[in-house]
């Protein structure tokens, strides 16, 4: 379907792609992933010949049409329905045709070809595509202009489904997305039609939609079957066999070079001596497998731990003026509680957000934080926020004013700045590492408590990853809202759900929400016969019955995620604990790891305890 054939492009001095050749056959479904930098979204230009290669050629079959969501956001008065139908050419071209047409041939082939493409059926599809895509009944006959930025970019992802190319490109598309909406994609994009070929760094979404994984490194292209679990396993194989070779061929290097240095020098030995150095010349240099960089994210803990709750909110309200978004908030927020945020967009996360952070105030009721706690706020919309013509060492020397240079320079380090980006206009950085120094700023002063609105947006895989494990050896609490459900699965034990004005424990995982979601924006279609009075009431005591043993499964189920935390920590103190060094090297950090042990398993050993009294209660009901 699409073939690169031997691409070359430079961008500056930077050679991007280096002779680079894929096939990508018909049908599939890839994956182009990569670090970030590497010139993915450049390939994407490449291919829709907004740019030039230097060499080489980019070929597919002629009719074939080729779509992207378009970077200008539609924002004219049209309505959002119409808008998305306007993408479909050929189906506008034939309707407005039929309007004048008077051959009686000629009407007939518009007329079977308008069958042939479902015209009448398009509206419906249409629509059905931007309530997936989040967007109410009412919304799609609103005009565009109506709508934030955000939302038309859905408009306009959504007008590149309607149309389904035979070759759709996709960059980052979840970016767009809150997490429902993002479910909404996935389960869309499995079914598409035809060839697809999408950039994105979230490890899940390309295990669901990709059956093909093109790996853009160090300027070449590599097409692997499967999606990303299936190219990181084959990499890793790869990576193994190609160290095995490089060993094996550095023994037999070192072999005949010892032969050559013992033997050079005899004449009875200097014709063999003579051989081996024509054999070592052909077997040329050792030859390693290209690994990626190791990606690293610190985050420093709270000096001084806070007694829970660090917040709590007892009959809470809040909003914007005369308007009220969430009401009776009764919430409480631990000192090393990892709660992620549902809810589609719109719904108030980000309020809810900033009532915790202290940035919006609570027009009623009670909310509680804890003396001297430290909150940081990370929020994709403050990357455009930050100084262009500063650099990480300027931004880092405003955080610690008295500090000498030295220390401000170590400090930049520590974020992943080092000598040769720490004077880097940040105009010149990349989305990722603008997303690093941001968060690095941002937990700066080792916070009590970090909210994180979709963080991951800019970073590639790895630093996701970095992410994550960051995340795990922080001591501090976490809030995070993230349409990256394996940040989510990864990082959180628990999930609140906003939605209604209200905001309530979602006590389930993210695949049962994902269902409900799916099946929330699927037509309702019409319901069978009147469900039997008999079936009614068994349904009704059946219900009686959840509702009553919910707050035991509730408590059950924080026992089980309070025991696993409890159980990690004290694996990582008995690891640390088991090195005899440290009670030779660091004798107080050792003592106090003990003390820290033993308070541990005390926890432990109550927490097993109060879940075997409510195991047994429920077991009774």
């Not at 009704?540 to 408590?555: D, F, N, V, Y």
Request: hydrophobic share 40%; aromatic share 4%; net charge neutral.
């Amino acid at each position: 379907m699409l073939s690169l054939t031997a691409l070359t492009y430079r961008l500056g001095n930077r050679l991007l792609l280096d002779q680079a050749t894929a096939q990508v056959p018909g049908g599939a479904r890839v994956g182009l992933i990569g670090r970030n930098g590497c010139g993915k979204s450049t390939l994407f230009r490449l291919i829709l010949g907004e740019i030039a290669l230097e060499s080489g050629t980019i070929s597919m079959p002629r009719q074939a049409i080729l779509s992207h969501v378009a970077q200008e956001a539609p924002g004219g008065p049209e309505t959002l329905l119409d808008t998305v139908l306007a993408a479909d050419r050929e189906r506008l071209a034939l309707l407005a045709e039929a309007e004048t047409a008077i051959d009686p041939a000629r009407i007939a082939d518009i007329q079977l070809r308008l069958a042939d493409i479902g015209a009448e059926a398009a509206p419906a599809r249409a629509a059905a595509i931007l309530s997936g895509l989040g967007f109410s009944a009412s919304d799609i006959h609103r005009p565009c202009s109506e709508f934030s930025g955000g939302w038309r970019m859905r408009v306009a992802l959504a007008a590149v489904l309607f149309r389904e190319p035979d070759l759709l490109l996709l960059d980052e598309p979840t970016n767009y997305l809150d997490i429902e909406g993002a479910f909404w994609l996935t389960e869309h994009l499995k079914r598409y039609p035809h060839t697809l070929l999408v950039i994105s760094h979230d490890r899940d979404f390309l295990d669901e939609v990709s059956d093909h994984t093109l790996h853009m490194d160090r300027g070449k292209l590599t097409l692997y079957r499967g999606g990303y679990s299936s190219f990181a396993r084959q990499r890793a194989e790869k990576a193994m066999l190609a160290e095995k070779a490089a060993d094996k061929l550095a023994a037999e290097r070192a072999h005949l070079q010892a032969f050559i240095d013992r033997f050079k020098a005899k004449a009875s030995k200097a014709k063999q001596a003579q051989s081996r150095v024509k054999r070592l010349e052909k077997l040329g240099p050792v030859a390693t497998f290209a690994r990626e960089e190791a990606a690293e994210i610190r985050l420093p803990d709270p000096e001084k731990p806070l007694q829970p709750p660090i917040i709590s909110m007892e009959a809470a309200s809040t909003g914007y003026g005369e308007r009220t978004v969430l009401s009776g908030l009764t919430l409480s927020i631990s000192d090393d509680d990892r709660i992620g945020l549902l809810g589609q967009n719109g719904n108030g996360k980000s309020t809810l957000v900033k009532l915790i952070a202290g940035r919006i105030e609570a027009k009623s009721g009670e909310v509680t934080r804890a003396r001297g706690m430290n909150i940081a706020y990370f929020a994709q919309h403050q990357l455009d926020e930050l100084d262009s013509d500063a650099t990480p060492a300027l931004m880092v020397r405003r955080k610690m004013p008295q500090a000498g240079e030295a220390i401000v320079r170590s400090a930049a380090a520590r974020l992943g700045f080092g000598a040769e980006k720490a004077d880097t206009p940040i105009s010149q950085l990349s989305g990722g590492e603008k997303a690093r120094l941001l968060l690095g700023l941002a937990a700066f002063e080792g916070p009590h408590l970090l909210i994180l609105d979709e963080p991951t947006n800019h970073l590639d895989i790895p630093m996701r990853d970095a992410l994550v494990e960051a995340l795990a050896g922080y001591k501090g609490a976490v809030i995070i809202v993230s349409h990256d459900r394996a940040l989510l699965d990864a990082a959180c034990d628990r999930l609140w759900l906003v939605a209604d004005g209200r905001v309530k424990p979602f006590n389930d995982d993210l695949d049962a929400y994902a269902r409900q979601v799916l099946e929330a924006r699927k037509d309702s279609g019409k319901r069978g016969s009147e469900t039997p009075s008999s079936l009614r009431e068994e349904r009704r005591a059946a219900a009686e019955k959840r509702q009553h043993l919910k707050p035991l499964r509730e408590k059950a189920k924080l026992l089980e995620q309070q025991m696993e935390k409890l159980t990690a920590l004290l694996a990582r103190a008995d690891e640390a604990l088991a090195n005899p060094g440290i009670f030779r090297d660091q004798p107080a950090k050792a003592s106090q790891l003990a003390k820290d042990r033993s308070t541990l398993a005390e926890k432990l050993a109550q927490a097993e305890e109060e879940w075997l009294v409510v195991m047994g209660e429920l077991e009774e009901t």
